[in-house]
C-alpha cells in the first residue's frame, strides 16, 4: 500500500499506528476475536524507516494495564477505547510526531 501511494505521491510521509488491543477475554468463546493484535506493533516496526513513523499505542497500553484493569481503559470490554484510552492515544501521536 505505501508502494501504490509513493507511485502517486512520492514525497508521502506515514504514521502507522499500532492499533490497541481487545480484552484477552475476546479469545473465549463466543467471540474469538482476539487473534494477532498484539503481533502489529512488531510486524509495523519493520516498515519504519524514511518517512515512516510507528505510533505504538500497544506499548503504552500493555504498561498502562500493568496496573489499571481492562475495562478502565476501554469502554466496552471488548476494543472500543474510552476518553483515558483516546487522550493515551493523541499522546502517543502527539510524541511520534515531536509536537
Do not use: C
Request: hydrophobic letters at 40%.
Amino acid at each position: 500500500m505505501l508502494e501504490a501511494i509513493r507511485k502517486v505521491s512520492p514525497k508521502t510521509e506515514f504514521l502507522l499506528i499500532a492499533s490497541t488491543l481487545p480484552n484477552e477475554l475476546a479469545a473465549t468463546e463466543p467471540h474469538h476475536f482476539w487473534a494477532h493484535q498484539d503481533e502489529y506493533s512488531e510486524s509495523l516496526k519493520g516498515l519504519e524507516g524514511m518517512g515512516v513513523a510507528i505510533a505504538d499505542i500497544q506499548a503504552v497500553q500493555k504498561e498502562i494495564g500493568k496496573r489499571k484493569r481492562y475495562i478502565d481503559i476501554t469502554g466496552n470490554w471488548l476494543n472500543h477505547p474510552n476518553d483515558y484510552l483516546a487522550r493515551i492515544l493523541a499522546q502517543v501521536v502527539i510524541k511520534t510526531l515531536g509536537m
